[in-house]
């Protein structure tokens, strides 16, 4: 048996960052360590609002030392003035993963959802109550920011063993044919 | 006579980041004292390339103790793809700025152009001669990025100043409102 990954999964935004750590391995019941939302006022200044993002998501891997960052991959189809701050926040949740050293994953929202409820096309009911039944929670945190991170940090524990797998074979793959 | 602001300026991107320090006031000659071109390789993940941008702009903000922090402002309209980078980017200017207790200021490209030429329509070739002019350089510094990020500068320190009297009295105004 593999031993249990610690996934710290971020829902970038300025207003609302959500903030969640999962632990645990494909095939075992799953343990939530941590969740919060980070908030910032939206009457600061965007350079100071990305500071205090900075204070809190530095906080999170100090205290929760994750093995994987896990931030949601921004949309540029949305509205663009929102995707503007989600970018801004995405980039320091990355930003402090990579100064400790923590690899970054990006997923996009649909394959959270499809990870977590087996649907791409899942709405945030369903995606809350599987988070809730996944992690045995009496009910799913608040605000949603909150729930969609654990859905991410779910979503990394049972597609990122899969996807270093391929990554791994793919390189053994070139790594033969470089030898030919 | 006013003291002279020192301007670091940042023209903001992944692949090239252009950088520019000029110090100088208003109806004074101004004085290019830094420029550069921090790169980061294609190759290298997102993460990782932020946490470089965030070295040589910590390096920068450090050795040229700004007193005010440019960025340009991101255009949503551009190609979506390159925003979100330059987005990330101008964050990572910002959060450096922000936790050196450093004011960061945004102004768009044609505010740049109509401050540094007189046209905010002007092209690449007319800013970067007023540049040359303006900082008494031999040539332009290349590639563009780092004279753009001068313009910037040149552009925060001659529209700085007339932007914080309007707030000023603006304040001013408001505080005499509310005494009444």
Not at 97 to 118: F, I, M, N, Q
Request: aromatic letters at 2%.
């Amino acid at each position: 048996m593999r031993s249990p990954t610690r996934v710290l999964a971020v829902d970038p935004g300025l207003t609302r960052l959500g903030l969640g750590v999962v632990q645990g391995s494909v095939g075992r019941p799953l343990e939530m360590v941590h969740v919060d939302v980070l908030r910032t006022p939206a009457d600061l200044d965007t350079a100071r609002r990305l500071h205090r993002l900075e204070q809190g998501l530095e906080e999170a891997v100090r205290l929760h030392r994750p093995h994987v960052v896990a931030v949601e991959r921004v949309f540029s189809q949305n509205n663009v003035s929102t995707v503007m701050g989600t970018a801004q926040a995405s980039a320091v949740a990355m930003l402090v993963a990579a100064r400790h050293g923590v690899d970054v994953k990006l997923h996009t929202p649909s394959e959270v959802k499809a990870a977590v409820t087996g649907s791409g096309r899942a709405d945030k009911a369903q995606v809350a109550a599987m988070v809730v039944r996944l992690l045995r929670l009496a009910e799913a945190p608040k605000p949603v920011d909150a729930t969609d991170a654990l859905a991410l940090a779910i979503c990394q524990i049972w597609r990122g063993g899969a996807q270093n797998r391929l990554q791994q074979a793919h390189a053994a793959a070139q790594r033969k044919e470089s030898l030919r």
